[in-house]
């Protein structure tokens, strides 16, 4: 079993909709989570992050955080073109000095 | 501020060889962590420093290697290169590498192996 795992997509929306991209992990004692947006030749940029369950909310972005079943995602509201990305999930366990990547799960909107 | 740089951009080097990554991580940064990313298996641990210390480690052979030096500059070295090894060598940085820190990522360097 894979520490994160994401559906690779790709994910495609059209404009204007909301894109829900979901993230599940596997140890229980990890305590910080991360959404990084990766655009096609460029390094992943952190995007959104979140500490304890429930939703936290940034502009079109909310991350929702569930310790209980092991779940994070990430709802993107009125998409937009410029969203369309990989988008990689991440995660990290209490003084483990590691960030654990999913294999991220590509975006398209359709304009 | 400067970003995180890694040098350099593109590497090609053939099976057997060796090759040294550099990082120089954002100004004030102390921990550094070096990931592998390829299109099958995404980003990839290699390891994280801090102050001159590895303080983690991921599933790599022996073959890859780092260090950090006084000024928090890190390199990362692969011996015996494989054709396998091709892949985006991305580096980032954090202060200190605590929990809630997120990563800044450099531009990477792409390593091809033939």
């Known amino acids: 079993q894979k520490e994160v795992e994401q559906n690779s997509g790709p994910l495609s929306v059209p404009e204007g909709a909301i894109a829900s991209l979901n993230c599940t992990y596997s140890?229980?004692?990890?305590?910080?989570f991360f959404w990084y947006r990766q655009y096609s030749g460029k390094s992943p940029e952190l995007i959104m992050s979140?500490?304890?369950?429930g939703d936290k909310e940034d502009g079109r972005f909310t991350a929702q955080l569930n310790k209980a079943s092991q779940y994070v995602s990430l709802l993107i509201r009125d998409s937009q073109p410029s969203d369309s990305a990989t988008y990689l999930c991440a995660v990290k366990v209490a003084g483990g000095f590691k960030t654990i990547f999913g294999a991220g799960t590509r975006l398209f909107v359709k304009a | 501020k400067a970003g995180v740089t890694q040098t350099p951009r593109y590497l090609i080097k053939t099976r057997g060889q060796q090759v040294t990554l550099s990082c120089s991580p954002i100004?004030?940064?102390?921990?550094v962590s070096w990931y592998q990313q390829t299109p099958g298996q995404g980003l990839q641990f290699l390891f994280e420093y801090f102050s001159e210390t590895q303080r983690n480690k991921g599933n790599f052979p022996g073959r890859f290697s780092g260090r950090q030096f006084s000024n928090s500059r890190s390199e990362m070295n692969v011996s015996t290169l494989e054709l396998g090894d091709s892949a985006l060598y991305l580096c980032a940085s954090s202060s200190a590498g605590a929990t809630n820190e997120k990563l800044f990522f450099g531009s990477g360097t792409q390593l091809s192996v033939l």
């Open positions: 100004s004030g940064h102390r921990s």
């Open positions: 140890d229980r004692g990890s305590q910080s």
């Open positions: 979140i500490y304890s369950n």
